[in-house]
T-cell receptor
């Protein structure tokens, strides 16, 4: 089954404790992206990747890191989480966006930072 | 002005009603448009792409008005299962990697 898999689904952590949210897709998609969703603000892009070893900042990259060492994986790293990073996070992928395809989303990670 | 704007709703409609949502976008060069459905903080799922000539998928019709810079979604014969938040997504410029999301319009279909 074609899918985007995120883990964990729920995560509660404390300020400053490094964490990683994993994202993996099995569709051989070139493009992957991370979003956060907050009430009243919609989905905002954190980072995206056009292919292996190619990443770029989205609209709200501060406090986040990503890597794309393999085509299928695109982990989101919070080196020192803070309470304002409490949010619902989605990973998404698509074929080359130059071809205007839609996005496929993972099932989300609800992060709480206390 | 936001790049993509939607009325947050909620739109409360009875079963069987026809309901329409609009979504306005600010970048006149925008090329690709989509409607996504999101259930109760679950992942967004593609409902339909929006083509220049308009397109229909069962009870759902999407239209694009480039002159007035909006897209619309029409749902006929609403079902209880249509209750969800509908997200408008715009890809501003061909050849870039950015998708702009509206904040969504919430629909409640009432029995």
């Amino acid at each position: 089954e074609a899918q985007v898999t995120q883990n964990p689904r729920y995560l509660i952590t404390v300020t400053g404790k490094k964490l990683t949210v994993t994202c993996s897709q099995n569709m051989n998609h070139e493009y992957m992206s991370w979003y956060r969703q907050d009430p009243g603000l919609g989905l905002r892009q954190i980072y995206y990747s056009m292919n292996v070893e190619v990443t770029d900042k989205g609209d709200v990259p501060e406090g986040y890191k990503v890597s794309r060492k393999e085509k299928r994986n695109f982990p989101l790293i919070l080196e020192s989480p803070s309470p304002n990073q409490t949010s619902l996070y989605f990973c998404a992928s698509s074929r080359s966006p130059l071809q205007e395809p839609p996005l496929h989303f993972g099932n989300g990670t609800r992060l709480t930072v206390t | 002005r936001k790049e993509v704007e939607q009325d947050p709703g909620p739109f409360n409609v009875p079963e069987g009603a026809t309901v329409a949502f609009n979504c306005t976008y600010s970048n006149s060069a925008s090329q690709s448009f989509f409607w996504y459905r999101q259930d109760c903080r679950k992942e967004p799922k593609l409902l339909m792409s929006v083509y220049s000539s308009g397109n229909e998928d069962g009870r759902f019709t999407a239209q694009l008005n480039r002159a007035s810079q909006y897209i619309s979604l029409l749902i006929r014969d609403s079902k209880l299962s249509d209750s969800a938040t509908y997200l408008c997504v715009v890809k501003p410029v061909t050849g870039t990697y950015k998708y702009i999301f509206g904040t969504g319009t919430r629909l409640k279909v009432l029995a």
